[in-house]
Every structure is written in structure tokens, then in C-alpha cells.
């Protein structure tokens, strides 16, 4: 108790203290010891989504995730649901969904996280099992510890944070959207969306499955890359010859491709493809000796691009060559090869459509093709690229809210690679307000072998959203 009343008084310190504070921070506290047993509990299922695994460890996450929802007891409905998948007969896997309706003019808040997991690789990698939950040091290990049971917690932990604060009885609007096929390409997802629309609708979006700056700076996540992957067939001849007897007269496939594939750089390494755009948005300080420990760049190799690092990871396109189908070493003959088939995936960057995008990078292709080398582009597949737009009230509270938990500003970040499903909720809602924050940070590993999630980010996490949901729970105007 006397801990309580020592971070209680706290709070009166210089940050700009939002509405139930005190309170909010005094729940979150007492009940961490909670929060943290129930999110070994939720690790300990492996709720692995991919197609080859256990469909029934899934099913019982959703379950034991809802549970927790119920016991929470200020939802007008808590249900364990599933959508069809377009173009199958098949259904998704089961989300938890629950709302409670918003009173006295406050706003709605969509609370996102995802309950599946990504499989676990190779135990012998592990250094503890990947679905025992292990603390070493100030860490917690397990698949799903961070990404994104961590989430999930983060979520549940501050709506009891809330209805401590508020004697049961909160007046913003609730909902809560935990996803369980996010590690599956989220095949369900947009279905999902339509059939729950009006479940789902909300002013502001907490989608809580990123990163933090490091391990003492919150982040927002304001933007994302989209992506374009496609296959390209270069075809030169009608059949194979012999290097020998035509080699110098007409091209192989080979070597117009690789003219072809130069053509969509510039000399710096950058992208060198018309159309393609760039965002423009400062970017946090992050120098060339990082970039080369974390990369494993070779020594004289130099970094490719231009603008600040981050900017070239965030804000710029980047094309690489994924796969190569062509005639192997071991079976390399003095062949001129009639035709070549490579893969190609490129990240785009934020505030352009990856429709425009796609139509860019085929039209370079045609018009660089040598020789009138024949071009075919098929296979292909886009996700949108995401850009919140800062000036919206619900970014203002949440940077607040971070601040105060944290006790420094947050960062606002961009993440090079996606999160497709974002833009089907942008899609679905175009009036709400996303909000990307995260229970990781740069050493959460996920997807990894040894994920795990650093417990003072964790209880900050924690704190940030229970402070965002007490703003959100005075405001009026939205
Ligand atoms: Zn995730």
C-alpha cells in the first residue's frame, strides 16, 4: 500500500497529468502481477495460425482470451467469431470481439491485437521452451510474448486499469478486435470487417502490434511501406542454342535480363524507377556504424541510397531481387538460355498507391526491355502503404499519454516493411483515426527464435493506453 500512495503522489509532477492519473496508475501497478500470470497463461497455448498447425490451440486462445474479456464485465457483448475467407469455403480463425456502447457524447476507441502466433522454428534454438513462458533478467521469452499476447494484455490490462479508475462504470465507447489469423496473411480480415461493421466502428483505432524506439522512448508508428511482388519473364529466343555457334549474334535471356534488372538502379544503389515516389517526414538520428553492426555490411562495402538512413528505410522505395529461375551452376552448360524467370519484390513507399506503384515499375520494365526482349509480368500481388495523418485529436492524446507513462516525449517512427491488414481497416473506416503503438522493442526478436518482451517497456505499454483510455473517457468533441 505504501507503494501505491508513493506513485500515486507521482503523478503531481511536471507532465501535463490527464484525467484519473492517480488512479489509472495505481490499478495498472497492483494489478501487474495479474496481468503478467495471465499473459504466461495465454503463451502457454500455441496458437500457432498457419495452415499446418493445430487449429484447436487456436480455437482454445480465442477462448481463453474472451474469457478474460467477460471477466472484465463492462461489454454489452463479448463473442468468439469467425468470417469466411474470399474465394474458399473455408472460414477463418476465430477473433474475439466485444463492445460496449459510448455515453455522454464520448468517442469510440477499436482496440486491436492479435492472439494467433507465428511457429516456433527449431526448439534447439530456443534457449528455454518456446511455449513455456521464461523470465531472464528483465525480460519475459516465449513465442507470443511480445508479438502479440503482449498486446492483447496491454489491452486487457488497461480496461481494468479503467474500470478500477472508474467504479465500473466507463463512458467512452469500447471495442475490442482480437484478431487470430494476423500471422496468417489475416485471409479473413476484410470479410471480417463488413460483416461486424458496425461492432467495429469507432473515432480512433489502437492497433497495438509495433515497436517502441528503445527500450526508455515510446513510439507512434506513422508510417508504413506497402509492397509490390511480381514475377518477370524475359524471353529472347524460341529455344536454347549453343553459346559457341551463336553466342555474339543474338542475345540470351540471360543477359538481357541482366541489362534489364540494371536499369532499376541508379548509380547510388537507389531505385531508378520513374514514377516511383518518396515521402517526405524528418527522421530520429541513426548513423552508418549501427546500420553496419545490425546488417552484418561487409568491410569496404558501402551503404546504397541517399537521405538520412531511416529515411531511406521508411520514406524511399527499395527493390530487391528475391529468385532467380535459371540453369543452376552444377548444370551450367554453353547454353544461350531462351528465357528467364525472376522475382522481384519491392517495398513503396508511404503516400503512394500501390495500384500506381505497380503500374510504374511494368511500364520501366517495358521501356527498358534491350534488344526488344520480350516481357511478361504475372504472379502479382500488392498491400497498401500506410501514412496516419499526425494533426488528428487522437494523435495528440495519445503522445500525451505516452509522455506521462514514460516520462519522455514518444517518437514517431516508420517501419520499412507492412501491415497489410491496415489497409483494409483505413478501407472499411476512412474516418477513424489509427493509432500504431507497440509492446516491443528492438530486441523483442519476434517471429524470432528467443521472442521476448522487456517487462518495464511492458508495464509502460500498459500505463500509455490506460492513460490514452482515461483521456478518451473525458473527452468530448470528436
Ligand atoms: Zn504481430
Request: one cysteine or more; aromatic letters at 6%; a negative charge.
Amino acid at each position: 500500500m505504501t507503494d501505491t500512495v508513493q506513485t500515486a503522489a507521482k503523478t503531481d509532477g511536471p507532465l501535463n497529468s490527464g484525467p484519473l492519473a492517480a488512479e489509472l496508475r495505481t490499478a495498472v501497478e497492483q494489478e501487474l502481477p495479474r496481468t503478467l500470470a495471465d499473459l504466461c497463461a495465454l503463451v502457454r497455448i500455441p496458437s500457432v495460425s498457419w495452415a499446418a498447425f493445430d487449429r484447436d490451440q487456436v480455437a482454445a486462445s480465442a477462448e481463453a482470451v474472451a474469457a478474460l474479456v467477460r471477466e472484465i464485465g463492462i461489454f454489452d457483448s463479448v463473442s468468439v467469431t469467425q468470417a469466411g475467407i474470399p474465394g474458399t469455403d473455408d472460414l477463418g480463425q476465430p477473433a474475439v470481439l466485444a463492445t460496449r456502447a459510448a455515453r455522454n457524447g464520448r468517442p469510440t476507441v477499436l482496440l486491436y491485437a492479435h492472439h494467433d502466433v507465428q511457429p516456433p522454428g527449431l526448439d534447439e534454438q530456443w534457449e528455454s521452451p518456446p511455449f513455456e513462458p521464461t523470465v531472464r533478467g528483465d525480460r519475459l521469452y516465449g513465442r507470443g510474448a511480445a508479438d502479440d499476447k503482449a498486446g492483447v494484455m496491454a489491452h486487457i490490462a488497461s480496461l481494468r486499469a479503467l474500470v478500477a479508475a472508474t467504479d465500473g462504470d466507463p463512458e467512452v465507447g469500447l471495442a475490442l478486435f482480437i484478431e487470430g489469423e494476423e500471422e496468417f496473411g489475416s485471409r479473413s480480415f476484410a470479410t471480417f470487417l463488413t460483416e461486424n461493421r458496425d461492432a467495429l466502428r469507432a473515432d480512433a483505432i489502437v492497433v497495438a502490434d509495433s515497436n517502441n524506439w528503445d527500450i526508455t522512448t515510446p513510439a507512434i508508428t506513422i508510417g508504413l511501406r506497402g509492397n509490390v511482388t511480381f514475377r518477370l519473364t524475359v524471353r529472347t529466343l524460341a529455344h536454347a542454342s549453343h553459346s559457341g555457334m551463336f553466342g555474339g549474334a543474338v542475345p540470351d535471356a540471360m543477359m538481357a535480363t541482366v541489362l534489364l534488372l540494371g536499369t532499376l538502379y541508379a548509380d547510388d544503389g537507389s531505385v531508378a524507377v520513374a514514377g516511383l515516389t518518396s515521402h517526405d517526414a524528418p527522421t530520429p538520428d541513426y548513423d552508418e556504424t549501427a546500420l553496419r553492426e545490425e546488417t552484418g555490411l561487409l568491410d569496404g562495402v558501402s551503404a546504397i541510397g541517399h537521405g538520412s538512413i531511416l529515411s531511406r528505410i521508411w520514406s524511399q522505395p527499395a527493390l530487391t531481387i528475391t529468385g532467380i529461375d535459371a540453369p543452376s551452376v552444377a548444370n551450367a552448360s554453353n547454353t544461350l538460355s531462351p528465357a528467364v524467370s525472376v522475382q522481384i519484390s519491392v517495398r513503396i513507399a508511404p503516400g503512394q498507391s500501390a495500384q500506381e506503384a505497380a503500374a510504374a515499375i511494368e511500364d520501366h520494365l517495358r521501356r527498358h526491355a534491350p534488344f526488344g526482349a520480350q516481357v511478361e509480368i504475372d504472379d502479382l500481388d500488392t498491400g497498401e502503404p500506410f501514412l496516419v495523418d499526425t494533426s488528428g485529436w487522437a494523435v495528440a492524446e495519445t503522445r500525451l499519454a505516452m509522455a506521462e507513462a514514460w516520462e519522455t516525449e514518444p517518437v514517431d517512427i516508420g517501419v520499412g516493411g507492412s501491415i497489410p491488414f491496415i489497409a483494409d481497416l483505413v478501407h472499411e473506416f476512412p474516418d477513424a483515426q489509427i493509432l500504431v503503438t507497440g509492446v516491443e522493442d528492438p530486441d523483442s526478436r519476434a517471429h524470432s527464435p528467443n521472442e521476448s518482451l522487456h517487462l518495464g517497456v511492458f508495464k509502460r505499454a500498459v500505463l500509455s493506453e490506460a492513460f490514452l483510455l482515461g483521456r478518451l473517457n473525458a473527452r468530448t468533441g470528436h
